[in-house]
Nanobody, 112 residues
C-alpha cells in the first residue's frame, strides 16, 4: 500500500522555523521526483517545491524561494521541507506528493 505521511506541522510565530517530514512507503521512493504542495483555506492548491529522484535538482515557487529548502534521504524514504523566516501567508496544509500519490497533509499555522 502506497503511503505518504507528513509530520512536523504546528503553530509558529512569524519569523520562526519548522521542518516538515514526509515518510514514504509502498513504492520505490528513490525512483520518484517529489513535491511539496500547500493549500490555504478557501484557496487553490499552490505548488511549493520539487526535488528530483536523486536530490540533485530542486525548484521553488517564487513565494518561498530563499526561505524554504527541500531535501530527501532516500535511504530513509523520507522527504523534508525546511521552512525558515515563516510568514503568516505560509499558513496552509502542506502535502507531499508524487504525480499521482498524495499524503494526508500537515497543518502549518503562522501567527503571532
Amino acid at each position: 500500500e502506497v503511503q505518504l505521511v507528513e509530520s512536523g506541522g504546528g503553530l509558529v510565530q512569524p519569523g520562526g522555523s519548522l521542518r516538515l517530514s514526509c515518510a514514504a512507503s509502498g513504492f520505490t521512493f528513490s525512483n520518484f521526483d517529489m513535491s511539496w504542495v500547500r493549500q490555504a483555506p478557501g484557496k487553490a492548491r499552490e505548488w511549493v517545491s520539487k526535488i528530483d529522484s536523486g536530490g540533485g535538482n530542486v525548484a521553488y515557487a517564487d513565494s518561498v524561494k530563499g526561505r524554504f529548502t527541500i531535501s530527501r534521504d532516500n535511504a530513509k524514504n523520507t522527504l523534508y521541507l525546511q521552512m525558515n523566516s515563516l510568514k503568516t501567508e505560509d499558513t496552509a496544509v502542506y502535502y507531499c506528493a508524487t504525480s499521482i500519490w498524495w499524503g494526508q497533509g500537515t497543518q502549518v499555522t503562522v501567527s503571532s
